[in-house]
């Protein structure tokens, strides 16, 4: 069974059909990305699996209920967990903190146990801070536990967001546009980032700009334009699809994109 099923969803905003009918499907270990020219709809897709917008048409499917409409917080709290094109830190806590902030969707005790500070209180806030030390320590970023979120260069930045992401225990790490702002060395430490996160177990959706990054370290690519799915395969075969080619030849082509951002 897939673990994140979607079957022809629509978006409609007044009077332009942003997404048309769009199916796909991410299995557990993963990385599949979703590309397409400027405007495509990659982003309006995103944000109805989130849980931003409401499909208008279609279901989501996440390891075999309906997703689809949910809240946004329930569902990160059903495994799905995303990061943003601009970074969204809270830049002024030290990066242990802004791990703990993923981690409270989990955190079970109330209002009064926080009040009163319980021993159950106690309790899973010492188990929450091991755990995000032990992420933080599995994704090399455990030398910087105490830094200031902001004084973090840019590309560790986005490494702490997606570490955040996983601390909601998301089954699936959905990442948008992660490489965006990023020079090569950035781009190259990301990606190493990325398929490490799937050597250590994680399941990732990814929508990316940079042909280089979605060439290198995808398992299978889904192509959109103007709403529609056009192409879907490993990254070869999306490579040289003369639609994709067809789609993308304002840009010059996905190989030259290719070729330029390395
Ligand atoms: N909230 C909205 N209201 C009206 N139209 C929207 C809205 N969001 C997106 N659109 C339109 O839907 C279409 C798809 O946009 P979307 O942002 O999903 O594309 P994209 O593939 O993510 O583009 P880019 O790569 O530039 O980020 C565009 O025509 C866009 O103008």
């Known amino acids: 069974m ?11 905003f007044g009077g332009l ?31 109805m699996l989130t849980g931003v917008y409401k499909v208008n048409k279609g279901t989501v499917e996440f390891e075999g209920k309906e997703i689809q409409n949910k809240a946004p917080r329930e569902i990160v709290k059903a495994g799905m967990a995303r990061t943003f094109q601009n970074i969204r830190l809270f830049p002024t806590m030290r990066v242990i903190e802004n791990v703990l902030v993923g ?3 989990n955190i079970q005790y109330n209002f009064l146990d926080l009040l009163f500070r319980t021993k159950k209180f106690r309790k899973a806030e010492k188990e929450a801070a091991q755990k995000a030390i032990d992420l933080l320590e599995s994704l090399e970023l455990g030398d910087q536990i105490n830094n200031y979120a902001k004084n973090l260069p840019y590309g560790m ?3 702490l967001e997606i570490a955040r992401a996983i601390a909601t225990n998301a089954k699936l790490i959905i990442l948008d546009e992660p490489a965006a702002g990023m020079n090569p060395q950035e781009s190259e430490e990301l990606m190493k980032f990325i398929l490490k996160l799937r050597q250590n177990g994680h399941t990732i959706l990814l929508i990316e700009h940079d042909m280089s990054v979605v060439m290198n370290i995808s398992d299978r690519i889904y192509v959109i334009d103007h709403g529609r799915k056009i192409a879907e395969g490993l990254p070869a075969e999306i490579a040289r699809d003369a639609q994709v080619i067809r789609a993308y030849l304002g840009s010059g082509g996905v190989e030259k994109d290719a070729e330029q951002d390395a």
């Open 17 to 47: 059909i942003a997404v048309e009918d769009v199916s796909f499907e991410v299995n557990q270990g993963e990385i599949v990305s979703i590309i397409g020219p400027n405007g495509a709809g990659k982003t309006t897709i995103f944000n």
């Open 157 to 159: 930045q986005r490494k």
């Open 2 to 12: 897939a673990l994140l099923k979607v079957n022809e969803i629509t978006k409609v």
């Open 103 to 105: 981690d409270h969707i």
